[in-house]
């Protein structure tokens, strides 16, 4: 079994940054992609980010050039910064990993709200 804990979200006025971090726990071995989902009131989630196990990266348009997802391998861990943060990223950010190519996991979710 794997945990997976986020952390980092909350409140930033709009144009302001933000750092997810997202730590895996468990049966960490054979890890695949590691990468980060948002669910604002009234949408479906859908995906910011995302990163393979060798490194290629894949993001949303919405968030190219504003977002950068980066991974510790050793220590499990996924990390999301956010800058130039706007009102329409509010949302819950969710981790989710892919392990043996098969199996899902995911977190529980953290807030982020962009308000002035």
């Known amino acids: 079994q794997v945990q997976v804990v986020e952390s980092g979200g909350g409140t930033v006025q709009p144009g302001g940054s933000l750092r997810l971090s997202c730590l895996a726990s468990g049966s960490t071995s054979s890890i695949n992609a590691m990468g980060w989902y948002r669910q604002a009131p009234g949408k479906q989630r859908e995906l910011v980010a995302e990163?393979?196990?060798?490194?290629?990266?894949v993001y949303a348009d919405s968030v190219k050039g504003r977002f950068t997802i980066s991974r510790d391998y050793a220590k499990n861990t996924v990390y999301l910064q956010m800058t130039s943060l706007k009102p329409e990223d509010t949302a819950v950010y969710y981790c989710?990993?892919?392990?043996?190519?098969?199996?899902?996991?995911w977190g529980q979710g953290t807030q982020v709200t962009v308000s002035s």
């Open positions: 989710q990993l892919t392990r043996l190519l098969h199996y899902v996991y």
């Open positions: 990163i393979a196990s060798g490194g290629n990266t």
